[in-house]
Every structure is written in structure tokens, then in C-alpha cells.
């Protein structure tokens, strides 16, 4: 008895402390694909991107950012994050310079209250080809 209540102590502590993102809050993050159909071989090319998203309302977000990739060319992005629970999103962003749309969904995981981890899945709809990234992302409160 004493374990599960420490356990629920443990589980209550962890969610006051790792707050979800809110209105008006800004998102910055940054990450690199792992994984990409495309792919010939590990560290082939390097695909990397960091945006900014700026959170209209609590589960949505609009944002921009700049797309890094070795083998084509670089892109400026603009998209948004829509997020059905705290934890998951779905995004829809356009990648201008590589003349491509991507569509995607994600789990964002709060490491504390301003860092998260994420793991994201896109669908690039030009080239038919899909990627997972992971990366980092870290909140700036808005004032509420």
C-alpha cells in the first residue's frame, strides 16, 4: 500500500511541475531526421530544421522556421501545429525553396516545465517520401 501511494504521490508531483504550453507561449525547437525513406545509408545526407511557434490558443500554434538539407536545396517553412492532446500534434507546413508540402504528427514530451522532447513523423507530399525527427524544443511564456 505504501509503494502505490508513493507511486501516485510521485505521479501528482510530476504533473504540477510540467506544465503544457498555453496561449501565447512560443515554442522554439530544433531537430534533425533520423530516418528518412530516401535514406541510401546512415549519415549519407544530413536533413536538420528549428522553427519557432508562437500558440494562438492552447492546442494551436502557427510557426516558422528554416529547413537545412545537404542534397537539396534549403527552404524557409511555415506551418501549423494543432495539438488533439497535450501531449500530440498533427502539423501541416510548406517548405518554400523546395517547393514541397509536408504533413505530419508528433509527440512533444515536457523533460520540465520550459523543455520538451520531440519525436516527429512527416509525410512529404511532392516526393512521396517519409521522415521521423527528433530534436528538442524549448517554451517561452507568454504573459497571461
Known amino acids: 500500500m505504501k509503494k ?5 504521490i510521485c505521479v501528482f508531483a510530476f504533473a504540477f511541475t510540467t506544465q503544457a504550453q498555453s496561449t501565447s ?5 530544433g531537430g534533425f531526421d533520423l530516418i528518412k525513406t530516401d535514406y ?6 544530413l536533413q536538420l530544421g528549428t522553427e519557432a511557434n508562437y500558440f494562438v490558443l492552447r492546442h494551436f500554434a502557427v ?7 545537404t542534397r537539396q536545396p534549403s527552404s524557409f517553412a ?3 501545429r494543432y495539438y488533439a492532446l497535450d501531449n500530440f500534434f498533427v502539423r501541416f507546413r510548406g517548405l518554400i525553396g523546395a517547393n514541397e508540402v509536408a504533413l505530419g504528427g508528433g509527440w ?3 523533460i ?5 522532447f520531440e519525436a516527429i513523423g512527416d509525410f512529404y507530399l511532392g516526393q512521396t517520401e517519409f521522415a521521423i525527427r527528433a530534436g ?7 504573459k497571461n
Do not use: T
Open 4 to 8: 502505490i501511494c508513493a507511486f501516485f
Open 25 to 29: 507561449d512560443i515554442l522554439i525547437s
Open 40 to 45: 541510401s545509408r546512415f549519415g549519407d545526407k
Open 63 to 69: 510557426g516558422a522556421g528554416l529547413e537545412l538539407w
Open 78 to 80: 511555415m506551418g501549423v
Open 108 to 110: 512533444s514530451k515536457p
Open 112 to 116: 520540465n516545465e520550459k523543455w520538451r
Open 136 to 142: 528538442v524544443g524549448y517554451v517561452i511564456k507568454g
